[in-house]
C-alpha cells in the first residue's frame, strides 16, 4: 500500500520545483527582451521584476529540495526496516 501522506509530498515537491522553474523561465524571457531595450525607467523597473523572480524561483526550489530530502530519509528508513525485518 502507498503512503497517501508520502505521495502527496513528492507531488507538492514536484510541485514547487516547476513553479520555481517557471518564475526562471519567466525572469530569463525578461533579460531577453531587455538586450534591446532602452536604459529608461521601465528598465530598471524590469531588472528588478527579474530579481524579484529569481528570489522567488530560488526560494520554491530551495523548498521542494527540503521536501525531497525529507521524502528521501523516509524512504531510507522504511528500507531499513524492511531489511532489518530479514
Given amino acids: 500500500m502507498i503512503d497517501n ?3 502527496l509530498q513528492a507531488k507538492k515537491a514536484a510541485s ?3 513553479e520555481g522553474l517557471d ?6 524571457e525578461l533579460q531577453m ?6 536604459k529608461d525607467s521601465s528598465y530598471a523597473t524590469m531588472v528588478q521584476e ?3 523572480k529569481e528570489k522567488l524561483a530560488v526560494a520554491l526550489i530551495q523548498k521542494s529540495t ?3 530530502r525529507d ?4 524512504q531510507h528508513a ?3 526496516k524492511l531489511i532489518e525485518g530479514i
Fill in 71 to 74: 521524502l528521501m530519509n523516509r
Fill in 23 to 28: 518564475h526562471l523561465i519567466e525572469a530569463h
Fill in 78 to 80: 522504511s528500507v531499513q
Fill in 5 to 7: 501522506d508520502f505521495s
Fill in 33 to 38: 527582451a531587455l538586450l534591446n531595450h532602452p
Fill in 66 to 68: 527540503l521536501v525531497q
Fill in 16 to 18: 514547487l520545483t516547476e
Fill in 50 to 52: 527579474i530579481i524579484e
